[in-house]
């Protein structure tokens, strides 16, 4: 017991304590989503300081069960109908997805000197362990796909909702909770249930297993209008803290100092994926008649749980948002090494 206090309780408490103070601060200035941007901010500062700070993966895991389940009741049979209608607009969505990522990658080869391999790992729009995963596989620099997924969530979580806020963008969105009672006893049902479905996955390997199983078993419960109980908003807000702490923890003392070629031109790599991306949802709003908002969270290169809360807090088409990255994020775990072949092949023939 005593070895664990000292290397993970000391450090998460002390991560914990400073997110909860960042977090109050932002709320106190009202910035967009406080209990995530608040904690990112200052636990990574805090971390780059060289304080020892830690989140274990129970945390993170905490954070994205919270989100998942809170995001998949919402997905009653009126919104599965309209989501219905989406098809074509989310496989469009996906396909630009995986373009803007190669793209990305080829454009910070050419800006940094880093092999391919690493670069295209390092922009390709998934999940840091997952893209770190595949990318070793393949030859890439594991730490450096690392580094650079956890600089481009930060700045797509403090760019967009930032954005959003000094530009008014606020909507009024139709979509609600299948049910906004808490009611104990199925709360417990409901936490029991969208568990055994992380688990499952999990178990299976499945990507953001603990995002997407209990997305998965809230939707089905909710479609079928199982309606067992609300989350309660401390646990949504304990969530979303979870997951900022869990993002600012990853920046090491050294971060900085590694490679600052390499992260400067992450960051710009990013904010053009961010530009490009929203120029794209602007278009794909006008063809398909979504918010222009909700298609720039849906296209934006953010993580899941990051966007679908953007959405959730501005009001903008929570399930749109949310089948987008979803659908995105399956669709790249299994295709991105084909994907790879294929750039690679493309690049080689280029050169013979």
Known sequence: MSIFSHFIARPFLRALLIALGAASLCLWLKTPLPWMIGPIIATAAARM??????????VREAG?????TALGLYFTPTVIHVLSSYVGTIVVGVVFALLLGAGCGWLLHRLTGVDSTTTFFAMATGGASEMATQGERHGALVDRVAAAHSL???LVV???P??????????MDPYVQGTRMVDLPGLLTLIGLTCCGAFLLRRLRWPNAWVIGPLVIAIALTAS??????????IINCGQLFIGISLGTRFTPAFLHTAPRYLAGVALCSITAILVAAGFGLLLAAWSG????????ATAPGGIAEMSLTAKNLQ????????FHVIRMATLVLSIGPLFRLVKLIKNRGIT
């Open 162 to 171: 930032f954005g959003f806020k000094f530009a008014h963008v606020h909507g």
């Open 152 to 154: 481009r969530i930060m």
């Open 316 to 323: 903008l088409g929570v399930p749109i948002v949310t089948a």
């Open 64 to 68: 994205q069960w919270a989100i998942g």
């Open 158 to 160: 403090l760019i967009i």
């Open 225 to 234: 209008e199982a309606h067992l109980s609300a989350l309660p908003q401390w």
């Open 290 to 297: 979504i918010h222009p908002a909700t298609a720039i969270l």
């Open 49 to 58: 300081a060289g304080l020892d700070l830690q989140a274990p993966v129970q």
